[in-house]
């Protein structure tokens, strides 16, 4: 057995963390530049008490609550116009994996003083970008993982396309990890973004780029997923399963900075863009019709993964199939393009749109099996 896995970030996990974040990012620099929302964060009042405690700190200030749900290029460089003459020497990313990722791009703006775009689009090297300036994650949600990977993703309104770059300096110098920011996500948000959990876990495993380690942590992110996943979507207030979920999500964090995704979430990326709906939606309106289309070139992987969501063997594509649709009629998962508003003559649409590495996909790129999936979601 032989493989590379690697993580340079440091994770402070717990309960309690948020209060531990203004001394470590005072040991990182003076000028922080926060990232965040529009709204929650500011809101809920961890912004003010984050700036509160970084000021006692020592620390200047400054707040960019300017970042979509689903994060947009424009909204970078529109941060980076604003904040450029600040100076700061660290950013501090404070709410879900789209701020987290917002703030990744910001650092990329900072570093070249240009717009992000052609980066994002290919047509500059991400890669030969000097990006000296940390970032300090700080996730308020249980999903992405964005806290512990290198991978940004944007949509490109101009070129109409929503993808991603990496940078080896994107990931976090640290991630603080406090299931108590969690409690105020509501049932739907809860459900979205555990399920993004879910797909990441198997993806991960399922990926050619997958290793012994990655495929050990999706095992425990499932048990983890499948045990407390219902109970915080029944109970936003259970501290324990909030604890879990944002434990499943950091481990997957770390999966996808060492192995990758796989077809559902290239093929969501064209549907958040056309109508709005978050990331996790989509996956869970693309993910079966994956599975039905992906199973017979990974089923011993497949049958390992599901044994895991079972609790028990789970063999072959029907019984697979089968504890899939158990696992999403008891979370409530149950979306496909038609919740959506979509149908079959936007398919033609949709499959011209995709972008991203699929090679990775058990499937590879068969003929057809993109069609074929979005076809399953109508």
Same mark, same amino acid.
């Given at each position: 057995?032989k493989?590379?896995y690697?993580?340079?970030?440091?994770?402070v996990?717990?309960?309690g963390?948020?209060?531990?974040?203004?001394?470590?990012?005072?040991?990182?620099?003076?000028?922080?530049?926060?990232?965040?929302?529009?709204?929650?964060?500011?809101? &809920?009042?961890?912004?003010?008490?984050?700036?509160?405690? &970084?000021q006692?700190?020592?620390?200047?200030?400054?707040?960019?609550?300017?970042?979509?749900?689903?994060?947009?290029?424009?909204?970078?460089n529109?941060?980076?116009?604003?904040?450029?003459?600040?100076?700061?020497?660290?950013?501090?990313a404070?709410?879900?994996?789209?701020?987290?990722d917002?703030?990744k791009g910001?650092?990329?703006?900072?570093?070249?003083?240009?717009?992000?775009?052609?980066?994002?689009?290919?047509?500059?090297?991400?890669?030969?970008?000097?990006?000296?300036?940390?970032?300090?994650?700080?996730?308020?949600?249980?999903?992405?993982?964005?806290?512990?990977?290198?991978? +940004?993703?944007?949509?490109?309104d101009?070129a109409?396309?929503?993808?991603s770059f990496?940078?080896?300096?994107?990931?976090?110098?640290?991630?603080?990890?406090?299931?108590?920011?969690?409690?105020?996500?509501? @049932?739907?948000?809860?459900?979205?973004?555990?399920f993004?959990?879910?797909a990441?876990?198997?993806?991960?495993s399922?990926?050619?780029?997958?290793?012994?380690?990655?495929?050990?942590?999706?095992?425990?992110?499932?048990g983890?997923?499948?045990?407390?996943?219902? &109970?915080?979507?029944?109970?936003?207030?259970?501290?324990?399963?909030?604890?879990?979920?944002?434990?499943?999500?950091m481990?997957?964090?770390?999966? &996808?900075?060492n192995?990758?995704?796989?077809?559902?979430?290239?093929?969501?990326?064209?549907i958040?863009?056309?109508?709005?709906?978050?990331?996790g939606a989509?996956?869970?309106?693309?993910?079966?019709?994956?599975?039905?289309?992906?199973?017979?070139?990974?089923s011993?992987?497949?049958?390992?993964?599901?044994?895991?969501l079972?609790?028990?063997?789970?063999?072959?594509?029907?019984?697979?199939?089968?504890?899939?649709?158990?696992?999403?009629?008891?979370?409530?998962?149950?979306?496909?393009?038609?919740?959506?508003g979509?149908?079959?003559?936007?398919?033609?649409?949709?499959?011209d749109?995709?972008?991203?590495?699929? +090679?990775?996909?058990?499937?590879?790129?068969? @003929?057809?099996i993109?069609?074929?999936?979005?076809?399953?979601?109508?």
């Amino acid at each position: 057995m032989k493989f590379s896995y690697y993580m340079p970030t440091e994770i402070v996990f717990g309960c309690g963390g948020f209060e531990q974040a203004a001394g470590r990012i005072a040991q990182l620099g003076t000028r922080a530049l926060i990232v965040t929302g529009k709204r929650a964060m500011q809101a &809920l009042g961890y912004t003010d008490k984050l700036q509160h405690n &970084l000021q006692a700190a020592g620390v200047k200030t400054a707040v960019f609550a300017g970042v979509s749900a689903e994060p947009h290029a424009a909204e970078v460089n529109r941060c980076v116009a604003e904040y450029a003459f600040y100076r700061p020497d660290v950013v501090v990313a404070l709410g879900g994996g789209s701020v987290i990722d917002a703030a990744k791009g910001v650092l990329l703006g900072l570093s070249t003083g240009e717009g992000i775009e052609p980066y994002l689009v290919g047509k500059k090297n991400v890669d030969q970008v000097a990006i000296t300036i940390p970032l300090v994650a700080i996730p308020t949600t249980a999903g992405t993982g964005a806290e512990l990977n290198k991978a +940004a993703i944007l949509t490109d309104d101009t070129a109409g396309i929503k993808t991603s770059f990496r940078h080896q300096n994107f990931f976090p110098k640290v991630a603080i990890v406090d299931p108590l920011l969690t409690l105020s996500l509501s @049932p739907k948000v809860t459900l979205e973004t555990g399920f993004d959990v879910f797909a990441h876990a198997v993806e991960t495993s399922i990926s050619k780029a997958t290793n012994s380690m990655v495929k050990m942590n999706s095992i425990e992110a499932i048990g983890q997923v499948r045990d407390y996943l219902p &109970l915080a979507i029944q109970d936003g207030g259970n501290i324990a399963a909030r604890t879990a979920m944002h434990y499943a999500s950091m481990l997957m964090g770390a999966s &996808l900075a060492n192995s990758s995704t796989c077809m559902p979430h290239r093929l969501q990326y064209p549907i958040g863009i056309k109508t709005g709906s978050s990331h996790g939606a989509g996956l869970i309106s693309l993910f079966r019709p994956w599975l039905e289309n992906t199973y017979e070139y990974s089923s011993e992987q497949f049958d390992c993964l599901f044994s895991a969501l079972a609790g028990k063997n789970c063999r072959g594509k029907v019984q697979v199939l089968q504890e899939f649709d158990r696992f999403t009629e008891a979370i409530g998962a149950n979306y496909t393009l038609k919740t959506f508003g979509l149908s079959r003559e936007n398919v033609p649409e949709l499959a011209d749109k995709v972008s991203g590495n699929l +090679a990775n996909d058990p499937a590879g790129l068969v @003929p057809g099996i993109v069609d074929a999936m979005y076809f399953g979601a109508v």
